[in-house]
C-alpha cells in the first residue's frame, strides 16, 4: 500500500517564526500536492509539484513556499507565521490516480 | 473547473444501501467523475472514478448519467466504517492538472 506520512500531527508555533512542514512518500510518485482543510471551506490547493524541483501554485500560495529537492519528499514552508494560517494541513502523492492523502498536520499558531 | 452539487448530509442505517447524488450540469466531454471520502481524523481516500460507463469496484459503485450531468454513488451494505465526508470531484484528464478541487461534500451518517 502507498504510505504518505506527514512528519507531525500536531504543531503548535508562534506568530512569526518560519514553519516547516514535511510530507514523504514511499511509492516513487511523481506528483505531490500541499492542501490545506478548513471548517466551511473544504480542501483548498496550496501547492503542487510535478517532478523534482518543480513547483506550481494552487489556489492560496500566498504567505507559503515550497520545497522539493527529492522526488520523496515535498515540503512546506510558512515563512512568517500568522495566525490566520492556523489550519489542518494535507500533503498527498499521485501517479495519474489516484491521489493518496497522508493523516494531516493540525497546525496552530499561537 | 466544472462544480459539483452535492447534499450537505444524508443518513443511512447499518447494511442497507446508500445512494449518494451528485450533480455537474456543466461537465466538459473529457472531465472525469471522482469521489474521495474522508473519515473523521483522517485524510481523504479515493472511492472509485469514471468516465461515461458505470463502475464497479470493491468499495462501491458509481452509476452515471446518459447525459453525464448527475452521478451516484452507491454503497451497497453501508457499515459503521462508511461514515464519512463523501466528496464528488470533476478532474480533466491532461498530464499537468492533476489538482483536484473538493468541494464541501456531503456527510454521510451511519445509524446501528
Known amino acids: 500500500d502507498v504510505k504518505v506520512t506527514q512528519s507531525s500531527r500536531y504543531l503548535v508555533k508562534r506568530t512569526g517564526e518560519k514553519v516547516f512542514l514535511e510530507c514523504v512518500q514511499d511509492?516513487?510518485?511523481?506528483?505531490m500536492f500541499w492542501y490545506r482543510q478548513d471548517p466551511g471551506l473544504g480542501l483548498r490547493l496550496i501547492y503542487f509539484?510535478?517532478?523534482?524541483?518543480?513547483?506550481e501554485k494552487g489556489d492560496i500560495p500566498e504567505g507559503y513556499s515550497v520545497s522539493r529537492e527529492k522526488k520523496e519528499r515535498f515540503s512546506l514552508i510558512l515563512e512568517s507565521a500568522s495566525t490566520n494560517q492556523t489550519s489542518m494541513y494535507l500533503c498527498?502523492?499521485?501517479?495519474?490516480?489516484?491521489?493518496?492523502f497522508g493523516d494531516g498536520t493540525r497546525l496552530s499558531i499561537l | 473547473d466544472a462544480k459539483t452539487t452535492q447534499p450537505n448530509s444524508m443518513e443511512s442505517n447499518e447494511e442497507e444501501p446508500v445512494h449518494l447524488p451528485c450533480n455537474h450540469s456543466?461537465?466538459?466531454?473529457?472531465?472525469?467523475i471522482h469521489w474521495y471520502r474522508q473519515l473523521p481524523s483522517q485524510g481523504p481516500e479515493y472511492v472509485i472514478h469514471?468516465?461515461?460507463s458505470n463502475v464497479n469496484n470493491r468499495m462501491a459503485s458509481l452509476a452515471i448519467a446518459e447525459d453525464r450531468k448527475s452521478s451516484t454513488l452507491i454503497l451497497h451494505r453501508a457499515t459503521l466504517r462508511d461514515a464519512a465526508v463523501y466528496y464528488c470531484?470533476?478532474?480533466?484528464?491532461?498530464?499537468?492538472?492533476?489538482?483536484?478541487?473538493f468541494g464541501k461534500g456531503t456527510k454521510l451518517t451511519v445509524n446501528p
Open positions: 498527498a502523492s499521485s501517479f495519474g490516480e489516484p491521489q493518496h
Open positions: 511509492m516513487d510518485h511523481e506528483n
Open positions: 509539484s510535478y517532478d523534482v524541483k518543480m513547483k
Open positions: 456543466t461537465i466538459s466531454g473529457t472531465d472525469y
Open positions: 469514471g468516465l461515461t
Open positions: 470531484i470533476l478532474r480533466g484528464p491532461l498530464y499537468g492538472s492533476e489538482k483536484l478541487v
